[in-house]
Structures are given as structure tokens and as C-alpha cells.
């Protein structure tokens, strides 16, 4: 996993929390690059899970409803870091639809290690149905960034079903426009 979804998250809770608590759950987590990141280096997904799980445990909040949270910022964070995948795009439909053949492709030509997901997008009218579908758990982070999506292009689209599988490497999402 690139280390710029550790940065961030890093970030996300050294000003949430402070700093005690992400020194501390990056002790607890017991870490593989022990807390070293560079957001342009490859990690194990794995840690961030444990960074997860063990923030979780601290301030008892449940690791999907954290992960979400975590992908609703981390979008924020995308249109900041990489403004040039907006240009022209100015709808969540389309930006979304996007993600799988060109900006998840453009994120691999930067960054060739990259371990990205397979997203499939069926837009009908008001509509949209995604699926996701990774190696890695997830689901509940793809959740979070559509979620920021919303948000960013200020529409009114609810996620009327987000079937997330246990293991949370695969999910199916149901889009609507009000
Ligand atoms: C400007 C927009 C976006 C950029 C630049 C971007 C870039 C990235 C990058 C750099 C990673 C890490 C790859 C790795 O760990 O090796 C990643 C992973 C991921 N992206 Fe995106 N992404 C964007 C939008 C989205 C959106 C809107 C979604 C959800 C629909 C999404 C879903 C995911 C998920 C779930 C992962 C975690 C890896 C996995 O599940 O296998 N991304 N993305």
C-alpha cells in the first residue's frame, strides 16, 4: 500500500487526537516499517489495518465506521495532492465512473507499485451501481471516499445499499440522486 493513505492518515489523527495517541496506537500496532513512512513508498497493507485496529481500541470506535471516516478525508486530501484528475469533471457520476479506467490507470503510471482495486460503474438515470473488488479489506474505505465524492461535487446523491463483505474485500454500492 502507498505510503501517502499512511501520511494521511497520520495526519488525520495527529490533529484529531494529538499526538500521544498516534505515538502511541503506531507502538501498539506493532508495526513492520515501525511508524517510518514516506508517501512515496510501498508498504504492508497489513499495517494499516493494525494502525486501524488499534486506534479502534483506543478511543473505542468500531474500525469499519473509522475506516469510512478516514476515506471521507482522504478524498479531501485527493483534491488537494492531485488537482489535475478533476479538471473537466463536475459530476460525482462521472468523476466515479472514472476512478477504474483512468484515474486508478494514471495513479499506476505514477506510481508503478501501486495495489489498486477493480472497480465496475453501470450509471442508469438517477442511478448508480458500483462494485469493488480488491485483495485487500477495504470495502468500508471505498465506502468513505465515495462519501467524500458527494460531498466534494455538492450533490444531493445518498448511498441507498452498501453491501460490504465480511472479509471486506469485495462490495456493491448503490447510488441515487435526489
Ligand atoms: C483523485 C482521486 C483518487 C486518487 C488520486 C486515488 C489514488 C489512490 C492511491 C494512490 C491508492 C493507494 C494505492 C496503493 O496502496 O498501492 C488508492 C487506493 C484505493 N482507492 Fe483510490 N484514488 C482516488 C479516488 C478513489 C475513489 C473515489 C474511490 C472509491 C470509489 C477509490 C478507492 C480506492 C480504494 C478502496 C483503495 C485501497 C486499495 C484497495 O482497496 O485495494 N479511490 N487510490
Same mark, same amino acid.
Given at each position: 500500500m502507498k505510503g501517502v493513505v499512511f501520511t494521511e492518515f497520520f495526519e488525520l489523527v495527529e490533529t484529531?487526537? =494529538? !499526538?500521544d495517541v498516534l505515538d502511541d496506537i503506531i507502538d501498539k500496532a506493532d508495526l513492520d516499517s515501525e511508524g517510518a513512512y514516506t508517501a512515496v513508498g510501498k508498504y504492508d497493507? &497489513?499495517?494499516m489495518v493494525k494502525l486501524v485496529e488499534a486506534l479502534s481500541a !483506543? #478511543?473505542?470506535? @468500531?474500525?469499519?465506521e473509522l475506516i469510512e471516516t478516514y476515506g471521507k478525508y482522504l478524498f479531501g486530501r *485527493?483534491?488537494? #495532492?492531485? @488537482? =489535475? *484528475? *478533476? &479538471? =473537466?469533471?463536475s459530476s460525482t457520476f462521472s468523476f466515479l465512473s472514472r476512478i477504474d479506467n483512468h484515474i486508478?490507470? !494514471?495513479?499506476?503510471?505514477?506510481?508503478?507499485?501501486? !495495489?489498486? @482495486?477493480v472497480f465496475d460503474? #453501470? #450509471?442508469? =438515470?438517477?442511478?448508480?451501481t458500483m462494485t469493488y473488488d480488491s485483495k485487500r479489506p477495504f470495502g468500508y474505505l471505498a465506502k468513505g471516499l465515495i462519501n467524500g465524492c458527494i460531498e466534494h461535487f455538492g450533490e444531493t446523491i445518498e448511498i441507498i445499499r452498501a453491501d460490504i463483505s465480511t472479509d471486506m474485500t469485495s462490495a456493491t454500492f448503490e447510488l441515487e440522486a435526489r
Open positions: 484529531t487526537f =494529538g !499526538e497493507h &497489513d499495517d !483506543e #478511543i473505542n470506535v @468500531p474500525v469499519p *485527493f483534491v488537494v #495532492i492531485y @488537482p =489535475g *484528475f *478533476f &479538471d =473537466g469533471v486508478h490507470v !494514471e495513479v499506476k503510471k505514477l506510481y508503478p507499485d501501486a !495495489e489498486l @482495486p460503474a #453501470i #450509471i442508469n =438515470g438517477p442511478k448508480m
